[in-house]
């Protein structure tokens, strides 16, 4: 059982739900509805996440020994042997490329599918650096958040021609992604990752922990900011420049879901004591409305039902799965 329990960590099984979904939405952006091409798609998107995490846990199995806190990781108890790892990352792009293969099985090869293959092989490239060496390039959170783009704009791609949606949610999820990476990452971090010589954007612009005490320079918080109030401004950017029809109590609860997000991210930033819980509280909170805020701002375009199922699958997963694996709810530890 506690084997069982290690790899689920490894494979992240709590945000495969979150993880996963990217793709499908950029297929929504082109009109696809078919529940089979959406589920091969689901698929796709959660190897594509699974590998990018247990690489990185590969890569960074030595750095984490050093700190208390991460010896509970499969790879660093020893509970997975590094070997299985790499196995496991190997059969997880074999079985990517199958199931591209089962998605466009008595299909035309068209230049969109053509670049649709170039998406995903970039998304996996740049992803691949980012876990192999990013710990040691300033600013590598940009590769994991082009890679990540790359990962929804496949399940456009594979369909047909992406759509103005379709790259506005291409460069939300940038966005998120990087914010995520670089801001939500670096403070949680920022107690440990010196003493793995890692270099990040976290810690070049000054943030650091002494005691329980952390100080986040206010250039970073600009930095963090200006990621969120931008992705804020994209959010809008269909209705209130391009003309598409909307609801009015759509848009109202997509202005509450935005404010959410701006609000944990100020608290966030703000902080000036380092409590590990506090900081995993905020950063669950707006993974959850991160992925919500798409499909709030789709559901005059995709329906009310394919949004809400949306809104809906990130977070039932995550409740059904995380208990099981022994986690708190709200507060990763990884």
């Not at 466009?104 to 980012?130: C, H, M, N, P, Q």
């Not at 970073?220 to 609801?247: D, N, Q, W």
Request: glycine share 8%; with cysteine.
């Amino acid at each position: 059982m506690n084997k069982v329990v290690a790899y689920a960590k490894l494979l992240r099984v709590p945000g495969i739900g979150g993880l996963a979904t990217p793709p499908i939405i950029a297929a929504l952006t082109v009109g696809v509805y078919d529940f089979y091409s959406l589920l091969i798609l689901f698929i796709i998107g959660a190897f594509a996440g699974i590998y990018g995490f247990i690489l990185n846990d590969y890569a960074d199995v030595e750095l984490d020994k050093l700190v208390k806190e991460l010896h509970s990781k499969p790879l660093v108890s020893g509970d997975i042997s590094r070997k299985n790892a790499v196995a496991i990352c190997v059969f997880l792009i074999l079985l990517s490329f199958l199931f591209i293969f089962i998605l466009w099985r008595g299909a035309t090869i068209d230049e969109y599918k053509f670049a649709a293959v170039i998406s995903i092989f970039l998304a996996g490239t740049l992803g691949s650096i980012y876990d192999l060496y990013g710990k040691k390039i300033v600013g590598s959170d940009f590769l994991v958040a082009i890679s990540m783009g790359f990962v929804f704009l496949f399940g456009a791609l594979s369909f047909g021609r992406p759509t103005l949606l379709t790259w506005i949610i291409f460069i939300l999820t940038f966005n998120q992604t990087l914010h995520m990476n670089a801001v939500e990452g670096g403070i949680k971090d920022s107690d440990h990752d010196f003493i793995r010589g890692v270099k990040n954007i976290a810690l070049r612009s000054g943030v650091k922990v002494d005691g329980d005490k952390i100080f986040i320079p206010g250039h970073f918080k600009a930095f963090g900011m200006g990621i969120r109030l931008f992705s804020a401004f994209l959010l809008f950017t269909p209705f209130v420049f391009f003309g598409y029809e909307y609801y009015l109590w759509q848009i109202i609860i997509l202005a509450l879901a935005t404010v959410g997000m701006i609000y944990f991210s100020t608290k966030l930033i703000s902080s000036k004591t380092f409590e590990r819980s506090a900081i995993r509280k905020y950063i669950g909170l707006q993974s959850f409305l991160r992925y919500s805020l798409v499909p709030i701002m789709l559901i005059s375009t995709i329906g009310i039902l394919s949004s809400v199922i949306l809104i809906i699958l990130p977070v039932l997963w995550y409740i059904i799965f995380t208990p099981l694996i022994g986690e708190k709810l709200f507060k990763p530890r990884m």
